[in-house]
């Protein structure tokens, strides 16, 4: 388990291991998601700073073997800094991907490329940074990104710890909260709505969503919200908005991660669950590690359905909140004035969940968390 502390400062464990041997898919055994991968030395020893955590007791990579002289195919020359692994999931990218990056601020050398390890086999790499690529883009100035199949020998690799993640990570380190404040909440120019509401009624059908969430929708414009589907632009048009917005109400969702690095202290925020669980805890902490914001917690949901047949990820449950009572939870944290929402009728979420299914190509069937 990693020892993780939002207030301890992690500069000082910045280090350099000389001709390191980065390898992404490796013999070993697996444990949980983790899978053997990572860096050694040339004398084999593991280096422990460069595993790769979801939280500070998930880790996503454990040691490998060390591998056959053979299998080292490839070296990359000059400075290198671990970047740890690329996911192709916008939360997991944005929470664990750019973990180490702060790194390209404390560093006191030049570091020629940034190396990361694909969370998938693909037949090319680089592939798996496609998300990635336009992400860091939004920092600023970032070295060339790159991603590696097989063991290979790296001249000068920087290893700086992971200093974010999810759960007992999500509040950051003081260095990568000053290394995303410096690129992204100052660097970036606030522009957009003064109020929105983040919706997910126009994302893939197999995502989380609310049922009815056009009747939020509604009942917020009247208040004069802007309704934001991130998925719709692109990195810098949302952090733009989320820079300028003074009021935000969103469900539970990754988009919020992305707004905590950029909104204000000045700005209110109000969190509809979507879900069961205790994931708004992360949101409460990034929000006030970062942005020193307290958002506003509805929790509303009265009813849950999932894809019939498969296993439940509760992620991704379509859920039925109960609307006067949100309506009188927002009026009542004073981000709306009108909390007078009414719920619909039996036959209203009949209809609903018919159009959803069919819209959908799915049978979904409830569940009872």
């Not at 950029?262 to 509809?272: E, F, K, M, N, T």
Request: aromatic letters at 8%; a negative charge; one cysteine or more.
């Amino acid at each position: 388990m990693l020892n993780f502390d939002p207030e301890r400062k992690l500069a000082d464990q910045i280090r350099v291991v000389e001709n390191a041997i980065v390898v992404p898919w490796g013999r070993g055994q697996k444990r949980a998601m983790a899978r053997p991968a990572g860096v050694l030395t040339t004398g084999g020893v593991f280096c422990e700073d460069a595993v790769t955590y979801r939280a500070a007791s998930r880790p996503t990579t454990v040691q490998p073997e060390f591998p056959e002289p053979d299998e080292i195919k490839h070296e990359i020359k000059g400075t290198v800094l671990f970047g740890g692994m690329a996911y192709g999931h916008f939360g997991h990218a944005l929470c664990e991907s750019i973990a180490r990056l702060w790194a390209l601020d404390a560093y006191a050398g030049q570091i020629d490329q940034v190396l990361f390890l694909p969370k998938k086999k693909v037949t090319w790499p680089v592939r798996s940074l496609t998300l990635l690529k336009p992400m860091l883009r939004t920092l600023g100035e970032v070295p060339e990104l790159t991603a590696i199949n097989d063991p290979t020998r790296v001249e000068r690799l920087v290893i700086a710890p992971q200093a974010f993640g999810v759960n007992d990570m999500i509040g950051g380190t003081p260095e990568f909260r000053e290394f995303t404040d410096a690129r992204w909440r100052q660097r970036i120019k606030a522009e957009g709505a003064e109020k929105i509401y983040i919706s997910r009624s126009e994302v893939f059908r197999k995502r989380g969503r609310f049922l009815l969430e056009e009747r939020i929708e509604a009942e917020l414009e009247k208040e004069g919200f802007t309704i934001f589907h991130p998925q719709q632009h692109d990195l810098e048009t949302q952090l733009a908005q989320y820079k300028a917005a003074k009021v935000i109400v969103s469900t539970d969702n990754s988009a919020l991660h992305l707004a905590a690095f950029v909104a204000g202290p000045a700005c209110r925020v109000a969190i509809l669950l979507r879900r069961p669980g205790t994931i708004y805890h992360d949101f409460q902490e990034q929000l006030a590690r970062f942005a020193a914001i307290k958002p506003m917690i509805s929790d509303q949901c009265t009813r849950y359905w999932f894809r019939a047949g498969e296993r439940t990820q509760m992620n991704e449950v379509i859920s039925l909140i109960d609307f006067e009572q949100t309506g009188q939870a927002l009026a009542a944290a004073g981000i709306i004035a009108n909390g007078h929402w009414t719920n619909p009728s039996e036959d209203e979420v009949a209809t609903a969940l018919g159009d959803f299914e069919e819209q959908g190509e799915m049978t979904l069937t409830e569940i009872f968390p």
